[in-house]
């Protein structure tokens, strides 16, 4: 069905897989034949851009996995999400908080949300490149959300763990944590213009260190006090070197936990925001089997790994034999055993007809292993200890 192309290779009459969006605004919507106007545009625009075109040659031999719905889902939650977002920042700048009456309405669209994502199965959340804070703030939102769609059973226990009331909500609502991950930054609304600043001065640190306590105290008593303590925790590390307190994993609110493991994630697909940027695949194997790992709750990225998807659907990778395969399919259990198809020889040539061997998943092809993805060198993914991903741990933590 796709494949992954730069601008520079898009041709007149080639067929969009996808909608080309910019932030939360269609471009171009899916199935669209693209005229020499629309490359120009797009070149002009957005030259760095990769989109998704259907390959007829492809698509004759090979099925692809269909994630068009991930991504309508994707596109409709981070809408209503980012709008949100941007009403609740004009009444924490005019208002200077947030009062029971605005709350509640802000809530209600979080519940409209959480309805929609239950009634409509995320396979996989997919996530594009954040160029606003507040497009950051809503992929975190929906990544929380869809994290917390896997893990409601280990939500419960932990949210039972901590209540002195033992009182727990239903462990099918996902409010407090959606919620919570809406919320989550709103302490650092009055001082967003610090994130533009190369270099902050002592005074400046501090405040962008306080705002998950300044964030907690905005918010009214109305709001459970969980969702609360969230946001107050939501930069706490399982090891206890986190901010503003330091305490360690085993005082974290386990919604902050939630909502830590996807601003993480997030924060490196948001280049102007946070002046850096890793690729997907990069940013899982870092949090999973990196340094940092530490800081997160290990059970927590086991389900993020089974949320996200660090290859896309028709993304092509360079393999040690130096011909290039064409994702075809995701491991919904192991996100760095995609299935793929070898679609191009060593010289670059798009293989056709007979010469279309069946798709494999890589782990089951010894003889093959990974190269290069976009320019970047992934060998390191071939030491993945792919054991991992299939814990009994995990499905006692995993509500499917």
């Known amino acids: 069905m796709p494949v992954l192309l730069k601008i520079e290779e898009l041709e007149p009459g080639m067929v969009l897989a996808e909608k080309v969006v910019n932030g939360v605004s269609v471009l171009m919507q899916r199935d669209k034949v693209l005229e020499e106007k629309d490359i120009s545009l797009l070149t002009k625009r957005f030259p760095d851009l990769e989109v998704r075109i259907i390959d007829p040659l492809l698509d004759e031999r090979i099925s692809f996995q269909n994630d068009s719905l991930d991504q309508d889902i994707s596109f409709t939650v981070r809408v209503k999400a980012l709008s949100t977002i941007n009403k609740m920042d004009t009444t924490i700048r005019t208002k200077t908080g947030l009062d029971e009456k605005n709350c509640a309405a802000f809530i209600k669209s979080v519940s409209e949300m959480v309805a929609w994502i239950q009634t409509n199965h995320i396979k996989t959340a997919i996530l594009p490149i954040s160029k606003t804070y507040e497009e950051h703030r809503a992929n975190v939102f929906f990544l929380a ?11 419960r226990n932990e949210r039972y763990r901590l209540s002195v009331a033992k009182k727990i909500w239903n462990v099918m609502d996902l409010k407090p944590l ?10 650092m609304v009055p001082i967003k213009h610090l994130l533009a600043k190369q270099d902050l001065n002592e005074d400046e640190a501090e405040m962008i260190k306080m705002h998950p306590i300044r964030g907690a105290e905005m918010i009214p008593d109305t709001i459970h006090s969980l969702v609360r303590q969230a946001v107050k925790m939501h ?15 085993d005082k974290v609110n386990v919604l902050a936990k939630v909502v830590r493991v996807a ?3 997030c924060s490196t697909i948001a280049p102007e925001v946070f002046k850096k940027i890793k690729s997907p695949f990069e940013t899982l194997y870092e949090m999973l089997f990196g340094q940092y790992k530490v800081f997160y709750d ?17 993304a092509r990778i360079k393999i040690n034999t130096m011909e290039t395969a064409v994702i075809t399919k995701h491991d919904l259990e192991n996100p760095f055993n995609p299935q793929m198809v070898i679609a191009y020889n060593k010289e ?8 279309l061997q069946p798709a494999f998943f890589i782990n089951d092809r010894e003889d093959i292993l990974f190269k290069t993805c976009d320019g970047q060198d992934i060998t390191y993914l071939n030491d993945v200890p792919h ?14």
């Open 145 to 155: 959300v869809a994290i917390g769609a896997f893990s409601r059973n280990h939500i």
């Open 178 to 187: 959606a919620t919570a991950a809406l919320l989550q930054d709103v302490g």
């Open 235 to 249: 930069h706490e590390n399982v090891n206890g070197t986190g901010y503003p307190a330091g305490i360690p994993g």
């Open 263 to 265: 601003d993480a994630y």
């Open 298 to 314: 290990p059970a927590i990225l086991r389900i993020l790994a089974r949320v996200v998807q660090p290859f896309q659907i028709g």
């Open 348 to 355: 670059g040539r798009k293989l056709t007809g007979d010469e």
């Open 387 to 400: 054991h991992e991903f299939k814990s009994e741990e995990e499905a006692a933590v995993i509500t499917k």
